[in-house]
């Protein structure tokens, strides 16, 4: 029987093994960020021909052209055509949810008219153009090509340009028909480092991007944070996480789905579960005994679960808030009666999902809100993705005549003070020639 760690939140050494079962090591593999530093200068110099030669060599497919490597419009819409009526239903019913909900996320430009005359305001614009990463092969995810192509195509971004690597040739139909839902203008048949260097830098066939966002694997989360300030990137995303916080009313079975819906993903996932009931801990335990042959992933599931889960018995459910904020899970399902009373005072989670019929798998694929979320304790500064991070802000400012008296005099004294002559002359000019 598999032997998920129990914690117990009055044991003298509890915070000490909380923080060992949150410990993961952050360190990167010399082979690949070596791999990734190669790939993205040979990219950098060598443009089309290095995307090629990688290409051919991690994908196997043997492309003699760039040409090659990109599908036409027509190949999305074909795909979106070929799906099951159920499917492609499902499909848009996620694209139409996603999108109503960012179009709320929407920032517009301000501005606003001071007694004197001065007006001072910000000016919203998109972004120009957008990359956007989607894992192939095994790790295709046609609910991540929604979930990051719709926020940008309802920011007003122009041209969102998708790579994809597909291993010996093969497509998947459903990414194809999710980036044909999305509004996806380019879509070329790439992936790794290589693809995320094509993004940054640009090449003869692939425009350079503003921004990249979208997961992969470790190669790409590296080529993502090396090329981070030459383009803009979403985040560098862990392995995935859900702190389940119950009451000890909700179904355990339940439950325990829940936890393995995370787990699934990844052997370095994390499931936590906070109950002050420990006889529920046990019935939960029980469930996991029992849903855990079922699942076809279980193997992966089992890992998880095995090394990096914890169930945790806590006094009250205002310390197993406490306990969560501490966390900053990526996924927290507040699975109580009365989920209003706690929500507000849970203060650092990616999203919160709430109440006895609220799985985070609903988040995942069409409740509306942004899968995107901060893991790795990163939910203590930072927020998921969203429309707001496809739109940039540049500051308006208008200086009267009047004005510039008033605000010169502040300027010439603080730049004097600071010891900038040329600052405090080029306010002191327009008080001058008033």
């Not at 082979?31 to 990219?43: G, K, M």
């Not at 855990?292 to 197993?320: F, G, N, Q, T, Y």
């Not at 991070?389 to 004294?413: N, P």
Request: glycine fraction near 6%; proline fraction near 5%; include cysteine.
């Amino acid at each position: 029987m598999l032997n998920v760690l129990t914690l117990d939140s009055r044991a003298a050494d509890f915070r000490q093994a909380l923080a060992a079962r949150l410990a993961l090591d952050a360190g990167q593999d010399a082979s690949i960020e070596n791999a990734v530093t190669e790939i993205l200068q040979r990219v950098r110099l060598e443009g089309d021909a290095a995307v090629l030669e990688f290409t051919r060599r991690f994908d196997r497919l043997q492309a003699t052209s760039m040409a090659e490597l990109e599908l036409p419009l027509s190949r999305l819409q074909q795909a979106l055509d070929g799906l099951a009526p159920e499917r492609r239903h499902a499909l848009e019913q996620a694209a139409q949810r996603i999108r109503s909900y960012h179009e709320r996320q929407l920032l517009t430009s301000w501005q606003y008219v001071e007694p004197d005359g001065t007006m001072l305001g910000q000016q919203v614009t998109a972004l120009d153009r957008v990359g956007l990463y989607v894992p192939g092969g095994k790790a295709a995810y046609p609910s991540s090509v929604l979930m990051n192509a719709i926020p940008a195509h309802v920011a007003g971004v122009g041209e969102l340009i998708m790579v994809v690597p597909t291993p010996d040739g093969v497509q998947n139909e459903l990414v194809l028909a999710a980036a044909a839902v999305a509004g996806v203008t380019r879509v070329f048949t790439v992936g790794g480092a290589q693809a995320v260097a094509a993004l940054a830098y640009g090449t003869a066939t692939i425009p350079q991007v503003d921004k990249i966002v979208g997961p992969g694997n470790a190669y790409v989360a590296s080529a993502k944070r090396r090329v981070f300030g030459t383009v803009g990137i979403d985040m560098v995303a862990g392995p995935s996480e859900i702190l389940v916080i119950s009451d000890g009313q909700t179904d355990p079975d339940w439950v325990a789905m829940d936890l393995f819906s995370q787990a699934e993903h990844d052997e370095l996932a994390q499931s936590i579960l906070l109950c002050p009931d420990a006889a529920y801990l046990e019935r939960v335990k029980q469930s996991i005994a029992r849903l855990l042959p079922e699942m076809p992933r279980r193997l992966v599931i089992e890992a998880s679960l095995r090394d990096r889960a914890a169930l945790i018995l806590v006094r009250d459910l205002e310390e197993a808030v406490e306990i969560a904020n501490h966390v900053a899970p990526e996924h927290l399902e507040l699975s109580v009666a009365d989920p209003d009373a706690w929500v507000s005072r849970i203060r650092h989670a990616g999203a919160i999902f709430m109440g006895h019929h609220t799985c985070e798998a609903l988040g995942d694929y069409c409740a509306g809100p942004n899968h995107v979320l901060p893991t790795s304790r990163t939910a203590r500064f930072s927020s998921p993705l969203g429309v707001y991070d496809f739109q940039k802000r540049t500051s308006l400012i208008r200086v009267s005549r009047q004005g510039a008296q008033t605000l010169g005099r502040i300027a010439v004294e603080l730049a004097e003070g600071e010891g900038l002559q040329a600052h405090a002359r080029s306010a002191a000019f327009r008080m001058d020639a008033a």
